[in-house]
Antibody, heavy 118, light 107 residues
Framework: EVQLLESGGGLVQPGGSLRLFCAASGFTFSSYPMNWVRQAPGKGLEWVSAIGDNGRFTYYADSVKGRFTISRDNSKNTLYLQMSSLRAEDTAIYYC???????????WGQGTLVTVSS | DIQMTQSPSSLSTSVGHRVTITCRASQGISNDLAWFQQKPGKAPKSLIYAASNLQSGVPSKFSGGGSGTDFTLTISSLQPEDFATYYCQQYNSYPFTFGQGTRLEIE
């Protein structure tokens, strides 16, 4: 059974940093590109970042470019999102999602809440 | 960036009815389109990929169509568990973008 389990969310002050984790199981993690998607309170879904299966290629939304870094450790079956220079508008539930090549997202984690507030 | 526009933004209808939601891309995306369902307080659920292919385990009451810039999601014989918010997303080019969502409510 495919499982994606996010962690690392919490309360952080504006300008602060946080690292999110997504532990994957039930599939060959190293064979799949992965995405981060977020949802601000009461708002729609926003794509944040993506990484290829070997970690060589990364992509970002303009809203987070230069502040967030996506990475992965295939030996640990873990996806990361390093977030810095956090702003109030980064407050959201962050989901990790598996996206097979040339296909849409098929599995989602349960999400982890990040709150940026003083 | 490719803009995705869903219509309507909200829709009220009754159990047993059929509904169609539309998603329009600001430029051609071939069939690189997915649909998702989200219920309050829950993670999204994947329904359709490549515009018309059902994800594993998704019932055939859900169907998708379209190519290029115009796409549809049709849900037949609505049941109480189908009332949720639906999103489209293009994955033709980065940044991948979502539609604003369509909230489906019981009339």
């Amino acid at each position: 059974e495919v499982q994606l389990l996010e962690s690392g969310g919490g309360l952080v002050q504006p300008g602060g940093s946080l690292r999110l984790f997504c532990a994957a199981s039930g599939f060959t993690f190293s064979s799949y590109p992965m995405n981060w998607v977020r949802q601000a309170p009461g708002k729609g879904l926003e794509w944040v970042s993506a990484i290829g299966d070997n970690g060589r290629f990364t992509y970002y939304a303009d809203s987070v470019k230069g502040r967030f870094t996506i990475s992965r450790d295939n030996s640990k079956n873990t996806l990361y999102l390093q977030m810095s220079s956090l702003r109030a508008e980064d407050t959201a539930i962050y989901y990790c999602a598996r996206r097979p090549y040339q296909s849409g997202v098929d599995y989602w984690g349960q999400g982890t809440l990040v709150t940026v507030s003083s | 960036d490719i803009q995705m526009t869903q219509s309507p933004s909200s829709l009220s209808t009754s159990v047993g009815h059929r509904v169609t939601i539309t998603c329009r891309a600001s430029q051609g995306i071939s069939n690189d389109l997915a649909w998702f369902q989200q219920k309050p307080g829950k993670a999204p659920k994947s329904l359709i990929y490549a515009a018309s292919n059902l994800q594993s385990g998704v019932p055939s009451k859900f169907s998708g169509g379209g190519s290029g810039t115009d796409f549809t999601l049709t849900i037949s014989s609505l049941q109480p568990e189908d009332f949720a918010t639906y999103y489209c997303q293009q994955y033709n080019s980065y940044p991948f973008t979502f539609g604003q969502g369509t909230r489906l409510e019981i009339e």
